[in-house]
């Protein structure tokens, strides 16, 4: 009886630290507006960074927000500089291999966008001499390189900011990401007057869930997990993340 209890006592203190600690290590990225952004005050602002706060909040505890590239956030949970992720993350089963995610807060659609006409065909040939820009450690970086062509270049940017950028300046053919990013990029600058979505990236067929956005948490932190899937949950039952939601977007998208 007394080694239970002390195993579900150090089972709680390791597992549960965060909380206990009233503190959530948030990691998210930038230059990804209007998810994720840094803004004149030097600090990040944005859809993620809203979502991350109400967690927080709901669970009562002090969010710290800790900005880095988007490349960097997995190896920051998994060298402990962070608890959880809030990043507009896929779920991919290479990812599953070193963090777990929290239920979904989000859907979109991974997308190409390129010059007004053109279209995009998920066909290795069709990328013949083509060139793509995507932002680095992403699924839309894994797709990319799954559908090139041996001519095909691929362009990789710290941000999805950086990567639009390649097709502005007319240096690439076309850049992956997905419905609300190329919403926003679209709509910016008249750009919907020069590009468009010009497909759909294909679906898995290894079981990543590619369509929604999760939070990222620690390994095995089945406690953290459970306090975080709940925290989702009440947000969404209460209208705080619709509230969210239509403060960034003139749609609803979980």
Excluded: W
């Excluded at 406690?223 to 705080?240: F, M, P, S, V, W």
């Amino acid at each position: 009886m007394y080694k239970f209890l002390y195993v579900m006592i150090i089972y709680i203190f390791v597992y549960s630290h965060s909380i206990l600690a009233n503190e959530l290590r948030v990691g998210v990225e930038y230059g990804y507006s209007p998810f994720s952004y840094l803004g004149e005050d030097n600090k990040p602002h944005g859809f993620d960074i809203d979502i991350a706060n109400a967690i927080c909040d709901t669970l009562k505890v002090t969010c710290i927000i800790k900005h880095m590239e988007f490349i960097d956030l997995i190896p920051a949970m998994e060298a402990d500089k962070i608890d959880i992720i809030v990043a507009s993350m896929a779920k991919t089963q290479e990812r599953l291999k070193k963090i777990d995610f929290s239920i979904a807060y989000y859907r979109a659609r991974g997308v190409a966008i390129g010059k007004l006409g053109d279209i995009f065909s998920p066909n290795t040939n069709d990328l013949k001499d083509k060139s793509i820009a995507v932002q680095s450690g992403t699924i839309q970086e894994v797709v990319a390189k799954e559908l090139a062509h041996e001519s095909t270049k691929i362009f990789v940017f710290d941000t999805f900011d950086e990567a639009t950028n390649m097709l502005v300046n007319n240096k690439v053919d076309l850049i992956l990401g997905d419905t609300l990013g190329a919403y926003f990029f679209l709509i910016e600058d008249e750009n919907s007057t020069k590009f468009e979505i010009t497909g759909l990236l294909p679906e898995s067929s290894n079981g990543d869930d590619l369509n929604y956005a999760f939070v990222g948490i620690k390994k095995n932190d089945h406690i953290l997990r459970e306090n975080i899937n709940n925290a989702i949950q009440t947000i969404h039952q209460n209208g705080t993340l619709g509230n969210l939601s239509r403060k960034y977007f003139p749609f609803e998208i979980y």
